[in-house]
């Protein structure tokens, strides 16, 4: 039986095979951002996503440059104009978004699904930081969801 994803899961899934991207191994962000043809630049200053490009905190780990990567692709694939001049309630619900892309980019469900996940809540955690390159809150988060959303498939 195939597994039904919702549709951001149905979307991430999709991106990444369109980018020959089908492992953990693959997921890093040379090889998304490469593939779809953006540019990152590494500065000091906070992430964000202005003109065109992605711009990360040199001076943060891999694993936060990772998952701010995944929140600012969301913005560059999904929002149009400028964040500063639309009203606050909507730049929240964006920002949402783009946290939940992230979850979701960084951890997809389709790897996720091939995973074969320690019984204890701590061990599974530490082997999704380990395989996606995230920090601790970030998996821990991711698979509370994950599990959730089981429930609904």
Request: glycine residues 4%; aromatic residues 16%; hydrophobic residues 40%.
């Given at each position: ?53 992605i ?19 969301c ?26 892309f ?7 469900t ?44």
């Amino acid at each position: 039986m195939a597994n039904t994803y919702n549709n951001l899961e149905g979307y991430i899934q999709k991106l990444l095979h369109r980018i020959d991207i089908y492992h953990p191994h693959q997921l890093n962000i040379e090889n998304v951002y490469s593939r779809l043809g953006m540019e990152v630049h590494y500065l000091e200053q906070d992430a964000m996503f202005v003109f065109g490009r992605i711009f990360l905190d040199s001076n943060s780990t891999e694993e936060t440059q990772w998952q701010d990567f995944g929140h600012e692709l969301c913005h560059a694939l999904w929002h149009a104009g400028n964040q500063a001049l639309i009203p606050f309630s909507l730049r929240e619900y964006q920002e949402w978004k783009a946290e939940n892309f992230s979850q979701h980019l960084c951890i997809p469900t389709f790897m996720l699904d091939k995973m074969d996940l320690p019984n204890y809540e701590r061990e599974a955690i530490w082997m999704i930081m380990e395989t996606f390159g995230v920090e601790w809150q970030f998996a821990e988060k991711r698979l509370r969801q994950y599990f959730k959303n089981l429930l609904h498939r």
